[in-house]
């Protein structure tokens, strides 16, 4: 079964920076798409970046397009999201998340194992 863990979350001020981890263990399909989404209490959970197994193709959110990228170290079973340029209305857990691959990885609704979630604050 396969297992995620996030870390790297943390309190930044508006236009700083973070690197968000994702270690996983188990098994996952080399077709397996894996994503971030993120969600702030009495909001629905958001997909912000995607990437299949591999290392393509990517989605993002329009909200985080050109400040955020996704990436994996498949030799660490690692995904990451690397946040520049934050903004306040980034405040929000984030969580990361894994399914078998049998759409296309922004079927946001379509992942099925998930992290506990790592804090993210941006002050103005």
């Known amino acids: 079964q396969v297992q995620l863990a996030e870390s790297g979350g943390g309190s930044v001020q508006a236009g700083g920076s973070l690197k968000l981890s994702c270690g996983a263990s188990?098994?996952?399909?080399?077709?397996?798409?894996m994503a971030w989404f993120r969600q702030v209490p009495g909001k629905e959970r958001e997909g912000v970046a995607s990437?299949?197994?591999?290392?393509?193709?990517?989605y993002y959110a329009d909200s985080v397009k050109g400040r955020f990228t996704i990436s994996q170290d498949n030799a660490k079973n690692t995904l990451y999201l690397q946040m520049n340029n934050l903004k306040p209305e980034d405040t929000a857990m984030y969580y990361c998340?894994?399914?078998?691959?049998?759409?296309?990885?922004?079927?946001?609704?379509?992942?099925?194992?998930w992290g506990n979630g790592t804090l993210v604050t941006i002050s103005s």
């Open positions: 188990g098994v996952i399909s080399s077709r397996a798409c």
């Open positions: 990437i299949r197994i591999g290392g393509t193709p990517k």
């Open positions: 998340a894994t399914f078998p691959g049998w759409w296309a990885c922004d079927s946001w609704s379509s992942y099925n194992v």
